[in-house]
């Protein structure tokens, strides 16, 4: 391919290497980069509802404390 440079006025050879070929090798990082990527989203998702469970939980427990000094 050929390129017109605007900075020297020329028309020169593409040296731009291309990507057009993915080797095993990368594709095997590729695939294991999508994996830990979607592990990770999903952990990420656990410990969201594992927080929200606590802060329900410690609410209950506030309440449950709150309505026993009511009582006495």
Request: net charge positive; no cysteine; proline share 0%.
């Amino acid at each position: 391919m050929t390129v017109y440079s605007r900075r020297e006025g020329k028309i020169v050879a593409d040296k731009r290497k291309k990507v057009t070929e993915v080797s095993s090798k990368q594709a095997k990082e590729l695939s294991k980069v999508k994996r830990l990527e979607a592990e990770n989203r999903k952990l990420k998702q656990e410990v969201d509802l594992l927080k929200k469970w606590q802060r329900f939980l410690a609410e209950e427990h506030q309440q449950g404390i709150d309505s026993s000094k009511d009582s006495d």
